[in-house]
């Protein structure tokens, strides 16, 4: 099969490698239909995540249809379409059981806090992901779902973690009716918690991010306000006035490590692998928000160590909320938000790419090129 392989920092191909097989009775091998490039795989892409092996395959936002299955698995069959969640997960451990999926106790053995990750580095298990013609995918009869016949599989791969945490990512801020949200990022992930936290009663959502194509979309998609930081001296004194100087009531960090930092803070974070990457937009939301307010991570961070204000946020009575988005759970809500019509998380697309061209779809969504807000990859063509 074709499959993108990683080949050191901004280096990927696409090469040759073996369809997987069945590894356990509980597998399946899934023939993939339509993957994505998602922002949190520029760590990957950048060399700021540990232990990224050379020759591993990316990619844990797919769908596709079930090309064979082992010999425990009952509950999919050979030409399903399925659409799989970022997170591998055994649906038994004490932490499965209390639909912390992403939490997985059982999946992991090279961390105690994050469970397993396709395509996310041995730091997550050393799965390889679904920019491919073919993806091995475990606990088969616990993760992958059927793609309902009313949902386009366009929307279905958005569900699998780009929607599923920008909407988690809402549900962290615990957001009441009339409070004013603030989200710090306007990629696809920043751009669903905009639009879902409408849908949770917010008054006011505010985007914050630096490139004004992005900033359109969250006019255009989300129906926020937009604020373009590099217009602002100080943003979180912009984030003051504009909220009467007390704090937006949730703030949502939708950016993570990829927040441009100091040149000692990339240099230790990609080279050295001392830094979990850039703290500056969770420094922002912690500024931002009001004293007693919250704010919800689902910014990707590394494992490692990042200078986070924590001494403000204690002293600010702070609520903060994070973690990797238990993505089924998420499901039966956001496909009612769908099938109603409040959703079509497809709008967002922005590329469509054959995998044979994910150097350059990687290159131009790095680079933030030709207007790229989500590209997905189309194996087969």
Known sequence: MKAMVYRGPYKVRVEEKDIPSIEHPN???????????????LHLYH????????????GHEFVGVVHEVGSSVERLKPGDRVMVPFNIFC????????????NCHNVNPN???????????HTCGGYD?????????????????????????????LCTDALATGYFGAQLGDIAEGDTVVVFGAGPVGLFAAKSAWLMGAGRVIVVDQLDYRLEKARQFAQAETVNFTEHDD?????????DYLGADVVIDAVGAEADGSFLQHVSAAKLKLQGGSPVALNWAIDSVRKGGTVSVIGAYGPLFSAVKFGDAMNKGLTLRMNQCPVKRQWPRLFEHIRDGYLKP????THRIPLEHIAEGY???????DGCIKTLVVPGT
């Open 129 to 157: 992901g679904g920019q491919a013609e073919f993806v091995r995918v475990p606990f088969a009869d616990v993760g992958p779902a059927p793609i309902p016949d009313w949902m386009d599989e366009e929307d279905a791969v």
């Open 91 to 102: 649906g038994s451990c004490w932490f499965c059981a209390r639909g912390l999926y992403s």
């Open 47 to 58: 060399g700021m995540m540990p232990d990224t092996r050379v020759g591993m395959t990316f």
């Open 111 to 121: 961390a105690t806090a994050v469970g397993g990750i396709y395509g996310y580095s």
């Open 363 to 369: 290159h131009m969504f790095s680079a933030k090129l």
């Open 235 to 243: 943003i979180v004194v912009a984030m003051k006035q504009t909220t």
């Open 346 to 349: 497809s709008d967002i697309v």
């Open 27 to 41: 597998d399946a091998i899934v023939r993939v239909t339509r993957a994505a490039i998602c922002g949190s795989d």
